[in-house]
Antibody, heavy 119, light 111 residues
């Protein structure tokens, strides 16, 4: 059974930093393309980072709202995905989900971790 | 990249069908056969229901079906059941730079 468990969410002040983790099991983590998706309270979904597998040089992608502030990385030896978030803003508040990427879709999701950016 | 447009709500009686639309542009929905649909129940993570416009992952009932015409994709839920009450989001691949764009979400309720 595929499992993804996120952690690291917290209350942080504007301008602060946070590192999220996502541990995967039940699938071949090192071959998987992984993605982070966030959801502001009561709002829709938005992808915030994607990383390919090591055979594709761990190539990373970011949308404009987070480019330069967020960094996605992975440690395949620990089946763990990371999201380093710097210079956080109030609009970054929300649940952050990690997911495996299938055919142009997110086929398995974790339960999410809550990030709150507030002074 | 603007969000894909979905109706805010849709409803149907148990046993009936409901169809949700998802309208994009020539740069996303109209450009690729890579539309997906997700079901999100309150307090839960999204669940993939349809991918590649029409394909169902293992375990998803065949009451769920997808289609596309031009810049608009659709999800049909047949034989509505209480467990189908949820918010449904569409998404589309939008090219190597934008990657994915999501829909605004449609809340499905049973009458």
């Amino acid at each position: 059974e595929v499992q993804l468990v996120e952690s690291g969410g917290d209350l942080v002040k504007p301008g602060g930093s946070l590192r999220l983790s996502c541990v995967g099991s039940g699938f071949s983590f090192h071959n998987a393309w992984m993605i982070w998706v966030r959801q502001a309270p009561g709002k829709g979904l938005e992808w915030v980072g994607r990383i390919r597998s090591k055979v594709e040089a761990d190539r990373t992608y970011y949308p404009a709202p987070v480019k330069g502030r967020f960094t996605i990385s992975r440690d395949d030896s620990k089946s763990t995905l990371f999201l380093q978030m710097n210079n956080l803003k109030a609009e970054d508040t929300g649940f952050y989900f990690c997911a495996t990427e299938g055919s142009a879709s997110m086929n398995f999701w974790g339960r999410g971790t809550l990030v709150t950016v507030s002074s | 990249q603007s969000a894909l447009t979905q109706p805010p709500s849709a409803s149907g009686s148990p046993g009936q069908s409901v169809t949700i639309s998802c309208t994009g542009t020539n740069s996303d929905v109209g450009a690729y056969n890579y539309v997906a649909w997700y079901q999100q129940r309150p307090g839960n993570a999204p669940k993939l229901m349809i991918y590649d416009v029409t394909k169902r992952p293992s375990g998803v009932p065949d009451r769920f079906s997808g289609s596309k015409s031009g810049n608009t994709a659709s999800l049909t839920v047949s034989e509505l059941q209480a467990e189908d009450e949820a918010v449904y989001y569409c998404s589309s691949y939008a090219g190597e730079n934008s990657l994915y764009v999501f829909g605004t979400g449609t809340e499905v309720t049973l009458l």
